[in-house]
């Protein structure tokens, strides 16, 4: 009995452990089930994650691009730079920017060199002044500055051309009267044009260690683009006409004509008063103009000159004066232009030194600026024939400056009228430097405080009205007539002024070494890509291993 109880029971306890196990395996399941199922919604996740990931990268990426573009397109057309030179030496002053962004009309400025050949071309393009030190760093500067001018103001378009490219010969046949040199800025607007040369840009300082040896050495020491440039730009866009009026009454014979097409394809308004007897100058004219007069003035006419040069007193006028040689000698013109400081002798200026004149005509002469003057800095030769014995009676007096332009070598001598090759009585004669152009100005100020200013300029031959050597490029014939009559016109140079900016401190453009580029280069173009490349591969195969 009791076997089969223990034996019942023992029965009844498995069918319950059992039950249980069928109970814990039913339970299990399900589990394994679900152990399962998180597989693979835990890759589809990570698959998700990685696909925002790599969106997310795309549009980043993208939008640097974007922002790369739109930097480069807006560095043209806005300022983006800052300047941290203690004097902003590479930024345009606060009344130069004022007046760029109030520019309403389109300009052009084309700058006759490609930008990356600028500074190499300029360092040797100045050794024609002897330019020793200080330019590269002046000619970058340059650069910097004027490429601002469009970005804050678009109406200023920029454009560097390459003078041995086609296009720099189609801008140069725009100008057939203008001698445009690699490095020349030419500004135009309004059938105005304005040619800026490198002595316009730049100041130079003379060393004179290398005196005893017959020549002397120059440093570049200030720039003064801001105000050359806004300069021309001024100029270019002035509404003002400049009036001129020849006086042809006293000449015998009219050599104006190139002359004139050169005044009128600056945009001068020409008249011509031929009467033989002058009563009066209107004050619309800017300047009037004598050219090779053969008979005297009167006193009466003499009279009206003056008149018209004082203006009533606000001055402002302007004559210019070619001499005719052949001409007698002129008594009442001759003691007024004395007055002005600028003194005419008779007879014919004659060189005694082969070397400085035309062959077989010693009369036809090489001239040279004198250095004296701005307007004549970039002016090599002038060739000039027949010339009269003019020179400087004084170079101040008052309110009057009287300022050699331009002379012969100290080589000349005033020989009598009608002298040529076979004049031989050369050693009898003292030989002296004779001028070949003469600037006097005369300053007043008006209120106390106003600057105003009358010129006449003088030149000593008939050749600079019309020669043969007037259209040969490297005769500066036409380039003085013209720069002198816009300064007797007053309107040779702006309103508008700036510090001449100059470089003190030493750049630290001129310490980076091609060695140290290259390991910047190397840093941030191949080194700093590449470990985010590693970076990101490893963090990648963590990520999908995890």
């Known amino acids: 009995m009791e076997e089969n109880k223990t034996t019942e029971t023992t029965s009844e306890e498995n069918s319950v452990v059992e039950e249980i196990n069928a109970q814990n395996q039913t339970e299990e399941t399900p589990k394994k ?10 890759n589809q996740a990570l698959l998700k994650k990685g696909s925002y990931s790599v969106a997310i990268t795309a549009i980043v990426l993208a939008g640097i691009i974007v922002l790369n573009i739109l930097v480069g ?12 030179s203690s004097d902003k030496k590479n930024s345009l002053s606060a009344e130069n920017i004022k007046y760029v962004k109030n520019v309403k009309s389109d300009v052009s400025v084309i700058f006759c060199t490609s930008e990356d050949t600028y500074v190499d071309y300029m360092s040797y393009y100045a050794q024609q002044y002897n330019v020793t030190s200080g330019g590269n760093e002046y000619y970058e500067q340059t650069l910097k500055i004027v490429n601002k001018y469009t970005a804050y103001n678009s109406k200023i378009e920029l454009e560097y051309v390459d003078p041995q490219s086609a296009d720099f010969t189609k801008i140069s046949a725009e100008y057939p009267n203008e001698k445009i ?11 105005r044009h304005k040619i800026i040369k490198y002595t316009d840009i730049y100041s130079l300082s003379d060393d004179q260690t290398y005196a005893a040896y017959g020549y002397t050495t120059s440093t570049v020491t200030g720039n003064n683009i801001e105000n050359a440039l806004t ?6 866009l002035s509404d003002k006409t400049i009036k001129v009026a020849f006086l042809t009454g006293h000449s015998s014979a009219d050599l104006t004509a190139d002359y004139k097409t050169l005044l009128s394809d600056n945009n001068y308004e020409i008249d011509t008063i031929s009467d033989n007897v002058i009563t009066n100058i209107s004050s619309e004219y800017d300047s009037v103009i004598i050219p090779a007069p053969t008979t005297d003035f009167l006193e009466g006419e003499i009279k009206v000159l003056s008149e018209f040069l004082d203006n009533d007193s606000k001055l402002g006028k302007g004559l210019v004066f070619f001499a005719d040689a052949a001409a007698p000698y002129l008594n009442n013109l001759y003691d007024f232009l004395e007055e002005w400081g600028i003194l005419i002798e008779d007879g014919v200026v004659l060189e005694t030194d082969a070397n400085n004149y035309m062959p077989d005509e010693p009369t036809t002469i090489g001239s040279y600026s004198t250095g004296k003057d701005d307007m004549t800095a970039d002016m090599r030769i002038c060739i000039s024939g027949d010339n009269v014995p003019m020179t400087a009676s004084f170079d101040k007096r008052e309110n009057l400056t009287v300022t050699s332009l331009i002379a012969t070598p100290e080589t000349a001598i005033a020989a009598p009228k009608g002298s040529g090759a076979g004049f031989d009585d050369a050693n009898s004669y003292e030989k002296e430097s004779y001028s070949t152009c003469i600037m006097s100005e005369k300053l007043e100020y008006l209120d106390g405080t106003k600057e105003a200013k009358s010129h006449i300029f003088a030149f000593s031959s008939t050749y600079f009205l019309s020669s043969e050597y007037n259209e040969a490029s490297s005769v500066a014939n036409k380039n003085l007539s013209l720069v002198a009559t816009e300064r007797a016109c007053g309107s040779d140079k702006s309103d508008i002024s700036f510090v001449t900016k100059s470089i003190e401190n030493e750049s630290f453009a001129d310490s980076v070494t091609q060695g140290s580029t290259n390991l910047i ?7 700093l890509p590449l470990a985010m490349i590693v970076s990101g591969i490893v963090i990648f195969i963590k990520r999908r291993n995890s």
Not at 181 to 191: L, M, R, T
Not at 231 to 236: D, E, F, Q, R, T
């Open 521 to 527: 280069i190397i840093i941030f173009m191949v080194l």
């Open 231 to 236: 300069g021309a730009i001024s100029y270019v």
């Open 73 to 84: 397109v807006l560095s043209k057309r806005v300022s983006l730079e800052y300047d941290f």
């Open 181 to 191: 040199s690699y490095g020349d800025i030419i500004v135009s607007a309004n059938k």
């Open 33 to 42: 089930e679900k152990n399962k199922k998180p597989k693979k919604l835990k």
